[in-house]
């Protein structure tokens, strides 16, 4: 596993409307990590900020159907904490043991197609029969990453949750206006030279055991599947594998553009709930235009299949966010 030692970048809106690479300033400042627990997921603190939500329209990679053309300024009003990495096999098998919770077997896994297996679940996702301790848990759906978070804010007394959509994507972009977090030099049917050394994609190394009919990086990222959590390079918030490794459920309901969406940090629900909900991130089998920052997808909640997971966050009192 990689190991790297990066502060902040604390982007500064200098005005108000939509706000691009010149209407904010970098400023560094120290990381700071919060642990609940000795087994909690390590949580790094977020500051507040803004940034504009989207991709700007024209761009070669932008997917039309998912409405993330149509921008919105958004103001980060309050520090929050976001999970270092994924919540990890190890960390949902203690939950399900302290708690006796029991998530829905059945799980949707690669066997020459995508099926659906009744018989798996996160113990066994289809990727593997025993996944490691330390891979993103999956086949895990929306609900049951909502119970982990709840569980665990009565364990701990602090308000855990899942990520608003807002919030996902302004701590993916960690400052950066670009369509990844580690550069523009990155666009399908391409090498993509820096791709692999910053998160688990669809590559040479996964397309010899998953042959997809869609493109692949041109790059060896070393994991046909899952891979460990954190063995990529962190940007610059130093949050692991908000690109790739798995999609990671967020606490939206899904609509397709971000018309009529609040301009802050809040996530878009309505009353008597929705089925469909968001997802952010890419996984290990997306192709490399769908592994973008902004990058939307939904599923229905109660999904399980073996790219999906998540990642929880944290709402910060004052005296912590110091």
């Known amino acids: 596993m990689r190991s790297f030692a990066l502060g902040i970048l604390l982007c500064i809106g200098a005005g108000?409307?939509?706000?691009?690479?010149?209407?904010?300033?970098?400023?560094?400042?120290?990381?700071?990590?919060?642990?609940?627990?000795?087994?909690?997921?390590?949580?790094?603190?977020?500051?507040?900020?803004?940034?504009?939500?989207?991709?700007?329209?024209?761009?070669?990679?932008?997917?039309?159907?998912?409405?993330?053309?149509?921008?919105?300024?958004?103001?980060?009003?309050?520090?929050?904490?976001?999970?270092?990495?994924?919540?990890?096999?190890?960390?949902?098998a203690d939950f399900t043991r302290e708690s006796g919770y029991k998530p829905d077997s059945g799980c949707r896994l690669w066997n020459d197609?995508?099926?659906?297996?009744?018989?798996?679940?996160?113990?066994?996702?289809?990727?593997?029969?025993?996944?490691?301790?330390?891979?993103?848990?999956?086949?895990?759906?929306?609900?049951?990453?909502?119970?982990?978070?709840a569980w665990l804010s009565k364990k701990t007394g602090k308000s855990y949750r899942l990520p608003s959509e807002s919030e996902w994507e302004y701590a993916a972009r960690a400052g950066s206006t670009a369509p990844r977090y580690f550069g523009v030099n990155s666009f399908e049917g391409v090498s993509i030279s820096l791709a692999c050394e910053n998160g688990n994609v669809y590559d040479v190394t996964s397309q010899v055991s998953y042959p997809f009919p869609w493109p692949y990086a041109r790059c060896k990222d070393g994991a046909a599947d899952l891979a460990v959590?954190?063995?990529?390079?962190?940007?610059?918030?130093?949050?692991?594998?908000?690109?790739?490794?798995?999609?990671?459920?967020?606490e939206d309901c899904y609509t397709a553009s971000y018309?009529?969406?609040?301009?802050?940090?809040?996530?878009?629900?309505?009353?008597?709930?929705?089925?469909?909900?968001?997802l952010r991130g890419g996984s290990w089998t997306s192709r490399p235009a769908d592994v973008r920052s902004a990058k939307r997808q939904s599923a229905d909640a109660k999904t399980h299949t073996t790219y999906i997971g998540f990642r929880l966050a944290r709402d910060v009192a004052e005296g912590e966010a110091k």
């Open 259 to 278: 018309w009529g969406r609040p301009p802050n940090q809040k996530a878009w629900v309505w009353q008597g709930g929705c089925e469909t909900r968001g």
């Open 16 to 92: 108000s409307g939509a706000l691009g690479a010149e209407d904010a300033a970098v400023v560094a400042v120290p990381a700071k990590m919060i642990r609940d627990c000795p087994t909690c997921p390590e949580m790094v603190v977020v500051p507040a900020g803004q940034f504009t939500m989207g991709t700007p329209g024209g761009s070669e990679e932008i997917d039309t159907e998912s409405g993330e053309y149509f921008q919105l300024p958004v103001k980060i009003e309050k520090t929050f904490a976001m999970g270092k990495t994924e919540v990890t096999t190890a960390q949902y």
């Open 229 to 250: 959590v954190a063995s990529y390079k962190p940007n610059a918030f130093g949050l692991y594998d908000m690109i790739g490794n798995v999609t990671e459920w967020v």
């Open 113 to 149: 197609r995508w099926i659906v297996d009744a018989k798996s679940d996160w113990r066994g996702d289809g990727v593997r029969k025993s996944p490691k301790p330390d891979f993103p848990v999956t086949c895990v759906s929306w609900i049951d990453a909502k119970a982990y978070a």
